[in-house]
């Protein structure tokens, strides 16, 4: 692992200035340090400022790039006015990403920086993940692929480093919480916004709130199910979401997985890639 590290700041360094594209979560947060490690205030972490990231995410990564003298800035984007994003296709990650990215592009001709980096890892390579097609098409550079690193060892050589970001639950932007063909909203990324703070309130870690309508699918980590699965805590979660507007409230047995709204498409394409 430490070797990986050796490797990524080298070639974090040979790239003389660099912006990194900067959610705060555990990939993006470790990467933006490293950059930091190899270019000092050579690196810039930028962080979207969109109504699909949680405002409570938003302080979590200026709160960090603080601690960790990053220099850090905001970028406006604007996916929500392109109705390719909008409709919400399977397509809708290369929507969002290439609208960030050609912002970052913009941002980094004012500031003449030519590199943009982004924190995909080598485990992100096998799964669906259209916004990859959108950094090709923008040069994007990932220099934790080109160093082999897995999310494990993101996560391990975090720790070591003492980022508190080393255990943070995955996390993902509020968009991927609403079914494809189910138009992505200001108004239900922030329902979904505003659910998700309340579980975090009732002390669940790791979860999505899915959104389908009128009805909303809570999934839960497996190991905290239990703790959901009490009538008293069935009561205080339909009180909190049938107030913010659903009249259904569902919790998935199944728990929470990564990307569950993916399995639409695996149904619908099957293995071969066909219909």
Known sequence: MQAKQDQLISELRAMGHVIVAYSGGTDSAYLAWAAKQALGDGAIAVTADSASIPESHKRDAEAFALQFGIRHEYVATNEFDNPDYAKNGPDRCFHCKDELFAVLE???????????????????????????????????????????????????????????????????????????????????????????EEMKALGFRQFRTRFHGEIVRIEIAREELPRAMSLEMADRMTAIFKRLGYKYVALDLEGYR??????????????????
């Open 106 to 196: 913009a941002f980094g001709r004012e500031r003449g920086i030519g590199h943009i980096v982004y924190g995909v890892n080598r485990d992100d390579l096998g799964d669906y993940r259209p916004g990859q097609r959108a950094a090709k098409v923008h040069e994007v550079e990932s220099p934790l692929v080109t160093a082999g690193l897995t999310k494990a060892e993101i996560r391990e050589l975090s720790r070591i480093a003492g980022l508190p970001t080393w255990d943070r639950p995955a996390a993902a932007c509020l968009s991927s919480r609403i079914p494809y063909g189910t138009p992505v909203t200001i108004q239900n990324v922030k329902q979904v916004e505003l659910g998700e």
């Open 258 to 275: 990564q990307g569950s709204l993916n399995e639409v498409l695996s149904i619908a394409i099957g293995p071969a890639g066909k219909k």
